[in-house]
């Protein structure tokens, strides 16, 4: 009776972490809409926000899945730049997978958060704000270097011009996402952590 219990709560719990994480990405797609760009290289991008705290609320899996649905939603919503197919296999399947690496610290959250050490609590909420929005904007960097380079501006060489604009980029959205990341905390520190139920669903799947 207790292996079909635990079987039938498995299940519920990965539906209930699927749905959560389609909704996270959806989310993330519709702030794309909001306009922070400042013309066509630097944008701070909000979309980073509900994808580093569903990162740290349920980990680096989910979060992975979830930052690589919304960069999958950019094609039926039209909000593609092509120029070629590596260039878009780069900027829109991998590099928005990498801001789920956010995940990474989950475990290390939810610990300082029981234990009730808020100095660490806002410092790992920062740092994973911050390497999500790198580890995303480095891939940014790579295609603009290769693909973009005949628009760099200003006469900068396409490697200098590219790390520029997607490094300013980066860390915009990095300080940005750290705020209102934080900002969450101070609110709603049950935010990010996941009920009982759900952690021992974590536990079985070890």
């Not at 979309?47 to 919304?70: D, E, M, N, T």
């Not at 270097?145 to 005949?150: A, K, R, S």
Request: charged share 10%; aromatic share 14%; hydrophobic share 55%.
């Amino acid at each position: 009776m207790m292996i079909r219990k635990g079987g039938l709560f498995l299940i519920h719990g990965k539906t209930r972490m699927m749905v959560e994480g389609t909704i996270i990405a959806a989310l993330a797609m519709v702030l794309s809409f909001i306009p922070t760009n400042i013309g066509a290289s630097f944008t701070i991008s909000l979309g980073q926000i509900p994808i580093v705290v569903y990162a740290l609320r349920r980990g680096l899996k989910p979060a992975l899945l979830a930052s690589f649905v919304w960069g999958i939603l950019h094609f039926p919503l039209g909000q593609v730049y092509f120029l070629s197919v590596p260039q878009v296999l780069i900027e829109y399947l991998l590099a928005y997978l990498f801001a789920g690496f956010a995940g990474l610290f989950a475990y290390r959250l939810h610990q300082a958060i029981r234990e009730g050490r808020t100095n660490q609590t806002i410092h790992i909420l920062i740092l994973a704000s911050l390497v999500s929005a790198f580890t995303r904007f480095f891939w940014h960097f790579v295609a603009g270097w290769i693909f973009w380079g005949q628009y760099a501006l200003w006469g900068m060489s396409p490697v200098i011009f590219s790390l520029t604009m997607n490094g300013l980029s980066g860390l915009a959205t990095g300080i940005v996402t750290s705020i209102a990341v934080v900002l969450l905390y101070k609110v709603m520190p049950r935010l990010f952590l996941v009920d009982s139920s759900v952690q021992l669903e974590q536990k079985m799947n070890g």
